[in-house]
Nanobody
Framework: HLAESGGGSVQTGGSLTLSCEVRGYVSGIHCLGWFRQGLGKGREAVAAIDSDESTMYADSVKGRFTISQDIPNNTLYLEMSDLKPEDSAIYYC???????????????WGQGAQVTVSS
């Protein structure tokens, strides 16, 4: 079970931090990630972190977004800064049991949090 929080509306250049509480089968998780789906678009990977702390970022968010995890509290974060209108989307956290960074590599999904960036 994954539960996102922290979505909202900001103006261009603003910042938001998303949180995702991971509950249940935590010990078997190999990778945690953030994905987003804009209106009329497919779901795309934003950032991911695996069990050895390796991270991946989409080119469009490098230098602006930071993924991190609080392991004792089973919480995943996505710090977003210098937000742009094209970052507007529903953001999902996800957990993968097998490894890999693609959408199909993730087995558990949160319900999503809306992020809206106005110009």
């Amino acid at each position: 079970h994954l539960a996102e929080s922290g979505g909202g509306s900001v103006q261009t250049g603003g910042s938001l931090t998303l949180s995702c509480e991971v509950r249940g089968y935590v010990s078997g998780i190999h990778c945690l990630g953030w994905f987003r789906q804009g209106l009329g678009k497919g779901r795309e990977a934003v950032a991911a972190i695996d069990s050895d702390e390796s991270t991946m970022y989409a080119d469009s968010v490098k230098g602006r977004f930071t993924i991190s995890q609080d392991i004792p509290n089973n919480t995943l974060y996505l710090e977003m800064s210098d937000l742009k209108p094209e970052d507007s989307a529903i953001y999902y956290c996800a957990a993968g049991l097998r490894g890999g960074w693609d959408v199909d590599d993730f087995d558990m999904w949160g319900q999503g949090a809306q992020v809206t960036v106005s110009s």
